[in-house]
């Protein structure tokens, strides 16, 4: 693991070589970057319910149907 004063020159030398403008902009670029990967995520696993509980409701109302065909016979 780098001292404090090793991780300040790499920092200073980053600083350097980028400038401060394009660190910046390349930090919210990424925090937008994360942020959509977690959107799609979330999503993803939101469609992932809705259709697990439509089929759910499907074999619910085929299992009623089954039954009150069953009664009227």
Known sequence: MPSLPQL??????????????????????LGE???????????????????QENSQKVDNIDSSDVNNHNKKE
């Open 8 to 29: 300040l020159i790499l920092i200073a030398v980053v600083v350097l070589l980028f400038g401060t403008k394009k660190l910046r902009s390349l930090g919210s670029d």
């Open 33 to 51: 970057s994360i942020k959509g990967f977690k959107k799609a995520i979330n999503d993803d696993d939101n469609d992932d319910k809705k259709q």
